[in-house]
């Protein structure tokens, strides 16, 4: 699996769009970029997931660079509800069997 | 749906006690898989099944067994309980196309003195 590079901490305003960066530049072609969060003391939370193109959904966008060598989580207005532990997680499925692997990720704190 | 549901919440074990995690889900989900969160650590993968009646071991299977004998629920059995297995322990499911789609149980925390 590929290794990713994300901040240890993030800021951002309430209302604000908060942008999560991730490296991930040893990336295999079949790799998709996952994106998960955990808000304290709950399980964790499928967020959004793509492979080449830019996605979103009711939740976030995500933004793949051409050479896929990164992507950035875009949470277009972020909210008190939004501060979390964010994770970003490259994996091929198949004989990966689904097997996540959490890093340290990237803990966002949403401020009034 | 009531999603994925783990039982109990808490529980405090004495070393070399055993006892089984609880984990169900009803959304009909072939995946399940059981990781385990140290503090100030990301989630390690324990054991998972891709379907009933098959397992396998994860990163840390040490000190646990599981077994799959309905779609639905998916036991973590700790045999001898060890200080080094306090941690919090959460469950997930996915459907069989889309296995690292996981959707995750509220966890057990688990207190081993």
């Known amino acids: 699996d590929a290794k990713t590079t994300q901040p240890p901490s993030m800021d951002c305003a309430e209302g604000r769009a908060a942008n999560l960066p991730c490296n991930h530049s040893?990336?295999?072609?079949?790799?998709?970029v996952y994106w998960y969060r955990q808000i304290h003391s709950q399980g964790p939370q499928y967020i959004i997931h793509g492979l080449k193109n830019n996605e979103t959904n009711e939740m976030a966008s995500l933004i793949i660079t051409e050479d896929r060598k990164s992507s950035t989580l875009i949470l277009p207005h972020a909210t008190l509800r939004d501060t979390a532990v964010y994770y970003c997680?490259?994996?091929?499925?198949?004989?990966?069997?689904?097997?996540?692997?959490f890093g340290q990720g990237t803990i966002l704190t949403v401020h009034p | 749906n009531a999603g994925v549901t783990q039982t109990p919440k808490f529980q405090v074990l004495k070393t070399g006690q055993s006892m089984t995690l609880q984990c169900a889900q009803d959304?009909?989900?072939?995946?399940m898989s059981w990781y385990r969160q140290d503090p100030g650590m990301g989630l390690r993968l324990i054991h998972y099944?891709?379907?009933?009646?098959?397992?396998d071991q994860g990163e840390v299977p040490n000190g646990y067994n599981v077994s799959r004998s309905t779609t639905e629920d998916f036991p973590l059995r700790l045999l001898s309980a060890a200080p080094s297995q306090t941690s919090v322990y959460f469950c997930a499911s996915s459907k069989g196309d889309r296995v690292e789609t996981q959707y995750f149980g509220p966890g057990t925390r688990l207190l081993v003195l």
């Open positions: 040893t990336i295999s072609g079949n790799e998709y």
């Open positions: 997680i490259p994996s091929a499925g198949g004989t990966s069997y689904g097997k996540l692997t």
């Open positions: 099944s891709v379907g009933a009646g098959i397992t």
């Open positions: 959304m009909n989900h072939e995946y």
